[in-house]
């Protein structure tokens, strides 16, 4: 569903492991795709994966470091303006 110049991104959803034949012959709402759970799968393009091995995991490992930063950022700054909001500013 969307592509940056690194990674391609899917939607996808999982059905529960504890969808049973009983779930789905009595129409439960368990055995229904529209009340799965959402995720997204991401894969880094072929072209920027090339070489792969030690490649590959420094392009992992500075993924990982860059994410871990920005949440970082946004967890600060998220309780600096509930913070503000608190005071009324």
Do not use: I
């Not at 959803?13 to 997204?40: D, I, P």
Request: aromatic share 8%.
């Amino acid at each position: 569903f969307a592509e940056g110049s690194m990674r391609v991104c899917w939607h996808c959803k999982k059905m529960s492991s504890r969808c049973t034949l009983r779930h789905k012959t009595t129409g439960s709402k368990h055995a229904e795709w529209r009340y799965q759970r959402n995720y997204v799968l991401k894969t880094y393009k072929p072209e920027k994966a090339r070489g792969g091995g030690d490649r590959l995991r420094q392009m992992l490992e500075t993924d990982v470091v860059t994410q871990a930063e920005a949440k970082a950022l946004a967890t600060a700054y998220n309780a600096k303006l509930s913070k503000l909001l608190a005071e009324g500013r």
